[in-house]
């Protein structure tokens, strides 16, 4: 393509969200900087961003971070490619040997979206999930896995949205104490069961891509089927195995030395 022919202003905006998704967050500066545009332009390609919905900003920081909206842009290529063509057979295999569902949620705004759930194939009477079923992120047990295991600037942001939310399933937000100690103990074990202590709870483990959280995996299950203890020793650690395995299969191959 000829020079003439690019849209600079175009170029300069996905620049921009290649740098935020690289560092997480970037300020006006600091994407001046990086892109060698003066501040009033680098402003601008951020302020064009944001109305659009392709980042937010943080007024105490003012920094800017990528938002859900930009996932959308994947949906139907890397991020739906890995979910079905790895994730997918092993939530249905485990799900046919242990008789629990399995599922796979994504973060969404303050809810994690169910992706893909193995519920179909087990036989117990269970509340049955749809993909697209929505949880409030401060509640279950793969909403407290993705805080737990977010860089610390996003995990702040995203708890004050949180705690600010008018949805009265995010009421666990208001407790602080609470839930940062679920975050703690997460992040320390690897696993949580959330905050939702009902007849049907959930056991989560993070899927990472590159040092970040990109899904989580969890386990449904019936109280007075299993007890939390049980569910430790006999499934978490193959939960473990099976989220280290998704991340082998599906992002350590996008980094691997191409043979000569």
């Known amino acids: 393509m000829k020079e003439d022919q690019e849209l600079k202003s175009l170029k300069r905006g996905l620049r921009a969200i290649t740098l935020i998704n690289q560092t997480g967050s970037m300020t006006i500066s600091e994407l001046s900087r990086s892109l060698s ?24 920081t003012k920094r800017y971070f990528l938002t859900a909206r ?23 295999e485990t799900t046919r040997a242990i008789g629990w569902p399995l599922c796979i949620a994504t973060s969404m705004g303050e809810y994690m979206s169910l992706r893909v759930t193995s519920d179909p194939v087990t036989s117990l009477r269970l509340h049955r999930r749809h993909i697209g079923t929505q949880i409030a992120m401060s509640i279950g047990s793969s909403g407290i896995v993705h805080l737990a295991f977010l860089g610390a600037e996003e995990r702040r942001i995203m708890l004050r949205m949180l705690h600010e939310s ?57 109280a007075a089927g299993l007890s939390n203890e049980q569910v430790v020793s006999d499934y978490v650690p193959r939960l473990m195995d099976m989220a280290r395995n998704i991340e082998r299969l599906a992002f350590e191959a996008e980094t691997a030395p191409v043979p000569d």
């Open 70 to 92: 930009v996932r959308a842009l994947s949906h139907g290529f890397g991020d739906e490619s890995w979910i079905a063509h790895v994730a997918t057979p092993m939530l249905f």
């Open 166 to 222: 008018t949805d009265p399933d995010q009421i666990y937000a208001h407790d602080e104490a609470r839930v940062n100690f679920a975050i703690v103990e997460a992040r320390s074990k690897g696993y949580s069961f959330g905050l939702d202590y009902g007849r049907e709870r959930s056991v989560a483990v993070p899927i990472m891509a590159h040092g970040h959280i990109t899904a989580v995996l969890l386990m449904v299950f019936m």
């Open 37 to 60: 545009l003066p501040r009033t332009t680098a402003e601008r390609v951020l302020m064009t961003l944001l109305s659009e919905g392709f980042v937010e900003r943080d007024a105490q």
